[in-house]
């Protein structure tokens, strides 16, 4: 069975069992637990040579008593992944203590296929809105999705089609894959398609599996529900933790240049495979295929996916914004939209850079110009018209702010002897106004 990273993060954080850190582990154990992990290694990894020197290795690592001191069963575990890793490079390959865990995948070994989705998975798929953190449209009409995993597409493809038809209207999309640590390839297929406008389906990936010795290729879909965005500018944040299918769609989008790649090197993970009971108390994750990309003909197992533009990952959603907004300007077919995009790319680029004002400074700002007044309130200054709610102000310059709900409005001041002389109200639409002050200074 071909079961994602995304199973294997739940299996391995829903099946494990509290008391399981006092539980003891015999020398004979180990090398039953050994035995069987080869087996399965040379039945089902990916790749049969590598899987021979890794049971070579496991058992002179035994036989010269590196496990003898091993008394808890996890940290066996972990030194198990530890050897298996240092052979494959395989952050896929790991072992876990998992008697719960062991225990139910015999059980549905010897029962055979289930009929449906496990319950379980199905609840803890829902409870994690199949992955989709957050979607929202950023200043200047910019997209953003936060995805932290590709759950199946069957499950999934609602929350997926309404996620990406809420961003279809969107110059831009930005992909946030910062804290994914993977999950299948239908969800990538689906999501993907979304960039394309579907006259003609596009080459995505291919899959080698070893046990059956085939090859599977996913390609864009003729069809999604609701609208696509195929002219849309794609970014991907990234960093060390995106990994497995989040490092597909990166290196996907990458290759066939439909995205600019923003942040860190990704983890080096393109083998895919499943879960597997080993010996009677613990559980392995064997890949047992590679991706083949069909451009570059090979994958990013062991390397990452490299970033187009590198930035520590704490910037990276900054770094897109401001990408999205200067590319859209660039390419405006009116002036009206290029002045449209630069003027939130400009106020970005202020808020960024925007200077720190002392007490006295912003207090120079404060007073009443006609029904509007600028005030300051514990350290923060803040625009009022008549007895309206007060609006916070973000600082981009000495005397030029923009309200914080508000950036298509900017405020800036004319100073005479240090004291705020006029307030000049300017909006995106293009209206202008400027009010001489009307009372002294607060």
């Keep these: 069975m071909r079961i994602t990273i995304i199973m294997l993060a739940l299996l391995l954080a829903g099946l494990s069992l509290p008391a399981q850190a006092q539980e003891t582990i015999s020398p004979e154990e180990q ?22 020197k890794m049971g070579e290795h496991l058992r002179r690592q035994y036989n ?17 992944t530890e050897d298996l890793q240092a052979i494959s490079r395989d952050l896929h390959l790991r072992v876990r203590f998992n008697p719960e865990g062991a225990r139910q995948m015999r059980a549905q070994d010897a029962a055979g296929a289930p009929e449906g989705p496990d319950e379980h998975w199905l609840k803890a798929m829902r409870r994690d809105n199949f992955g989709f953190q957050e979607v929202k449209i950023l200043e200047g ?31 831009a999309i930005i992909f946030d894959l910062r804290q994914n640590g993977g999950g299948d390839p239908g969800m990538i ?31 864009t879909l003729p ?33 066939l240049k439909r995205a600019t790649i923003i942040g860190e090197t990704t983890g080096g993970g393109a083998h895919p495979g499943g879960m597997r009971p080993i010996g009677e108390r613990f559980v392995a994750f064997v890949p047992n295929g ?40 660039g390419k405006a077919a009116s002036e009206e939209d290029k002045a449209y995009y630069q003027w939130f790319a400009d106020h970005l680029k202020a808020k960024a850079s925007a200077p720190s004002l002392s007490a006295g400074q912003m207090q120079a700002c404060t007073g009443a110009f006609g029904a509007r007044s600028i005030l300051l309130q514990d350290g923060q200054l803040y625009y009022q ?14 005397t030029t702010f923009a309200l914080r709900s508000d950036p298509s409005t900017r405020l800036s001041l004319e100073m005479e002897n240090g004291q705020a002389t006029a307030l000049i109200m300017e909006s995106i639409d293009g209206w202008k106004e400027r009010t001489e002050r009307s009372s002294p200074r607060p």
């Design 385 to 398: 018209r008549e007895n309206r709610s007060p609006m916070a102000l973000d600082i981009l310059g000495p």
């Design 64 to 80: 010269s008593g590196a496990y003898r001191t091993l008394g808890s069963p996890v940290a066996f575990a972990d030194k198990l």
């Design 141 to 171: 009409n910019i997209g953003y999705l936060g995805l932290r995993g590709f759950f199946p597409a069957e499950f999934g493809g609602e929350t997926a089609a309404a996620a990406m038809n809420m961003l279809s209207n969107t110059g």
């Design 290 to 329: 590679r991706a083949i990309n069909p451009i570059t003909h090979t994958n990013w197992e062991g390397t990452g996916v490299s970033p187009d533009v590198a930035v520590k990952q704490e910037k990276a959603l900054e770094v897109a914004h401001q990408m999205a907004l200067e590319k859209l300007a």
């Design 31 to 52: 090398s039953l637990t050994i035995d069987s992990l080869i087996q399965s290694l040379e039945a089902n990894y990916v790749f049969p040579d590598v899987a021979r």
């Design 223 to 255: 069809y999604v529900p609701g609208r696509r965005n195929p002219k849309a500018e794609v970014f991907v944040l990234t960093s060390g933790r995106t990994f497995s299918a989040a490092e597909e769609f990166t290196y996907n989008l990458k290759n």
């Design 189 to 219: 297929q689906l999501l993907t398609s979304y960039l394309y406008d579907g006259r003609e389906t596009v080459h995505l990936n291919s899959f080698y599996f070893r046990p059956t010795d085939d090859t599977t290729q996913t390609w």
